[in-house]
């Protein structure tokens, strides 16, 4: 089964902190995707992976990076954290061509 | 950019009862997916659905996809309390490749002893 983890499943940060979320998955996927779930907006892809180094802007990029720096984990970045971006984040991978996600657990981070 | 509405936004039912949602499309839908979310957990793949008037089941779940690709409907059939939760329908971004989902806003779904 492929497992996708994540660091944390609840985070607490201050406002202007500098925020990583870690995903690793285990299978050996090419491709990994973080969103975030909001309610009443649902999930939005922020972020996504093709492949080492690689990165593509998802929906709604202001105010994250990534980094790639080996196939199986996948970070992403609040360079400064702000109140609006207390949410949900969710990672997920795809072998090949699939878009067929697989989804680690969730973190859920509050920005105070 | 593609939208995806589900109906209803949530359903209580009442243990033992059949129930559908609903998911339809803005645009045309290369690929169709449905998925389960515990409260506060991730998501777990239920479904995909890519040809027109397809139709796949697994256990006590369906799903359909029209003919116009731009509806589907997931039904279950005599529900239990483990089928509780929140439910997502999510499309292909793009016409191929895995550049990630849009997904609806998701049914909650809750089951009545």
């Known amino acids: 089964d492929v497992k996708v983890t994540q660091s944390s499943r609840y985070l607490v940060k201050r406002t202007g902190e500098k925020v990583f979320l870690e995903c690793v998955q285990d299978?050996?996927?090419?491709?990994m995707f973080w969103y975030r779930q909001d309610p009443g907006l649902g999930l939005r892809l922020i972020y996504f992976s093709y492949d080492v180094k690689m990165k593509e802007k998802g929906d709604i990029p202001e105010g994250y990076s990534v980094s790639r720096e080996k196939k199986e984990r996948f970070s992403l970045i609040l360079e400064s954290a702000s109140t609006n971006q207390t949410s949900m984040y969710l990672c997920a991978s795809t072998p090949g061509s699939s878009n067929e996600q697989y989804f680690g657990p969730g973190t859920r981070l509050t920005v105070t | 950019s593609q939208e995806l509405e589900q109906s209803p936004q949530s359903l209580i039912v009442q243990e033992g009862k059949n129930l559908t949602i609903n998911c339809t499309s803005s645009k045309t839908l290369y690929g169709l997916y449905w998925y389960k979310q515990k409260y506060g957990e991730g998501l777990i793949f239920l479904m995909m659905?890519?040809?027109?008037?397809e139709e796949k089941s697994h256990e006590k779940i369906t799903a359909k996809l029209d003919e116009k690709k731009q509806q589907s409907s997931l039904h279950i059939t005599a529900s239990q309390p483990s089928h509780a939760g929140i439910y997502l329908c999510?499309?292909?971004?793009?016409?191929?490749?895995?550049?990630?989902?849009?997904f609806g806003k998701g049914t909650h779904l809750i089951i009545q002893p």
């Open positions: 659905l890519q040809k027109g008037g």
């Open positions: 999510g499309a292909d971004r793009s016409g191929g490749g895995a550049d990630g989902l849009t």
């Open positions: 299978m050996d996927h090419e491709n």
